[in-house]
């Protein structure tokens, strides 16, 4: 297998009610990728999409082949890959190993949603038919609620009282705006407090909405080449050294494990391993904080923090710059935005930007940042996770 | 290969208040809601069973945002029960005040009932979801 490089990032801004349809927004993502490395939509062999509910948002299926014609390079296969809000890490992952295994030399990937279309009762409805339609769905199962059972779940196992736990959850989210504030793309400019957090509507107890990211319109795109052409192309190449993907069953399925999430556990390793490295040679990482407690669970599982302590490391500030491990840097989707199809390709052009030493501008640079983590889930249903170095 | 218990017979039973199962003839364990093979051991040699629908609740959320064409249902209390068998599903806590229950719930006895979703546009039927009430 050959090493792989990002060579080109793309990324929208998020946003409520986009004026322009999935495709368009791609296409602006797309072009500023390839253009970063100087390539022509041309050089592109094939392409890699996450697209979720685009027939229900636009009544538009199969974006990925209008994509393409829309930028010129038709006629290359290009495939949608859908597993829920992780669906472009799932592509990114895919274009990974077409251009590892030698068969392309310089392949795109992305995503694109348009989710703020819907409203919110079409987008609620539809965002649940990533749980289970015949054993959750009809129990009223929605997403919010999968985390409300995993808060309560997770303050009775490790004995944390609800209102402290809350308090921890406040925390996250009261980081993210801090740092979506930085970030020009972020769909939220404003800074929270943990009272504003706290006096919020609630939607699933015990998650508040603050506790919970947003529905969001938005594309993200990157090019990928082999080693070879990208050393040509960049100065600076962002390797993918660690890959890693698992799935999972309906939650109660789940039992005890809840509510750590054993796919978690799995795809971590599976990159861990790949890249020869441990949590503690992490620098920067991007993880799927979709519920405050979410932020919580995939700390703990991708190896940063003991089980039961993630959220005393948030209210301590480990998680920001300076700390043991920068996390969601980005203001996470909670403040950047949850474009579902867009977000893995989001998080990689975050990482990437993280590691090219690009944040400076912005006052959130990570110094010194060499490797770089992805951590995105989908549904009930699957988990990825990448690893980027610059080395 | 046939599916030994396929959704609609589960769904069926589950309506008239009966929870059936899976029960491995390999490894002894209970799987349910039903699939093809076993939930411990992948096995195919399977009987069905059914199962008391007693158990105890191992952890809750009460949801205030519904999806489309369920808002007339909120607040509504959803539930993951262990069952004295072992399996973990999900239902409704009923017989209680969506609103004001707390982390008191969890570990409490209950048993089972059904109360049917109609279904929408958008699902393949109507479809029974298990109920519970304290014992
Ligand atoms: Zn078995």
Redesign the interface.
């Known amino acids: 297998m050959r090493r792989v490089a990002v060579v080109g990032l793309g990324h929208t801004k998020f946003c409520f009610n986009s004026p322009l349809t999935e495709v368009e927004m791609l296409a602006e993502a797309a072009m500023d990728a390839i253009n970063e490395p100087n390539i022509k939509p041309k050089d592109i062999q094939a392409a890699f999409i996450g697209n979720v509910l685009g027939d229900f948002s636009e009544g538009q299926g199969m974006v990925q082949s209008y994509f393409i014609n829309d930028i010129g390079c038709d006629q290359i296969p290009a495939s949608r890959l859908e597993g829920a809000c992780a669906s472009a890490t799932m592509a990114i992952r895919d274009a990974y190993m077409w251009v590892a295994s030698g068969y392309y030399d310089i392949v795109l990937a992305g995503g694109t949603e348009r989710a703020t279309a819907m409203g919110v009762p079409l987008a609620t409805r539809t965002f649940a038919m990533f749980g289970d339609s015949r054993y959750e769905y009809p129990a009223g199962f929605t997403f919010p609620a999968a985390f409300g059972l995993l808060a309560h779940l997770y303050s009775d196992r490790y004995g944390i009282p609800l209102e402290k736990l809350k308090e921890q959850m406040a925390a996250v989210s009261v980081q993210s705006h801090f740092y979506g504030m930085k970030n020009p793309n972020a769909q939220f400019h404003q800074e929270i407090t943990v009272d504003d957090v706290l006096s919020s509507p609630m939607i699933c107890s015990p998650l508040q909405l603050h506790d919970c990211c947003p529905f969001s319109d938005g594309a993200a795109a990157v090019v990928l080449a082999s080693e070879e052409i990208a050393k040509k192309l960049v100065d600076k190449p962002v390797y993918i050294i660690g890959i890693g993907q698992a799935s999972s069953p309906n939650l109660a399925r789940q039992r005890k494990y809840l509510p750590r999430l054993r796919a978690r556990e799995l795809a971590a390793e599976q990159s861990y391993r790949m890249a020869g490295l441990k949590p503690k040679d992490i620098d920067v990482c991007e993880l799927h904080d979709c519920f405050s407690i979410a932020s919580l669970i995939a700390a703990e599982s991708l190896g940063f923090f003991e089980f039961g302590t993630a959220g005393n490391a948030w209210e301590k500030g480990e998680t920001r710059i300076g700390g043991k491990i920068p996390i969601n840097i980005s203001g996470g989707l909670k403040a950047k935005g949850h474009p579902i199809g867009a977000t893995g390709a989001s998080q990689v052009c975050e990482i990437a930007r993280q590691l090219r030493g690009q944040m400076v501008d912005e006052g959130r640079q990570v110094e010194g940042a060499k490797v770089g983590m992805v951590d995105t889930l989908g549904g009930d249903g699957v988990i990825l996770n990448l690893i980027l170095s610059v080395e | 290969m046939e599916y030994k218990l396929p959704?609609k017979d589960y769904?069926k039973a589950l309506k008239k208040n009966q929870l059936m199962g899976l029960k491995c003839n390999n490894c002894e364990a209970i799987t349910c809601?039903p699939m093809m093979v076993c939930?411990e051991c992948a096995s195919t040699d399977l009987s069905i069973i059914e199962l008391s629908g007693k158990g105890k609740i191992?952890?809750?959320?009460?949801?205030?945002?519904?999806?489309?064409?369920?808002?007339n249902?909120v607040p509504?209390t959803?539930v993951?029960v262990?069952l004295d068998e072992g399996?973990?599903?999900?239902?409704?806590l009923i017989d209680i005040d969506p609103g004001k229950v707390?982390?008191e719930l969890?570990g409490k006895r209950v048993k089972m009932g059904n109360r049917?979703?109609p279904g929408?546009k958008?699902?393949?039927g109507s479809?029974?979801?298990?109920v519970f009430s304290f014992i």
């Open positions: 959704f769904n809601p939930s191992v952890t809750f959320t009460t949801t205030y945002v519904a999806p489309e064409g369920r808002q249902e509504y959803i993951i262990e399996p973990w599903i999900m239902g409704n707390g982390m969890i049917v979703f929408d958008y699902s393949a479809a029974a979801r298990p």
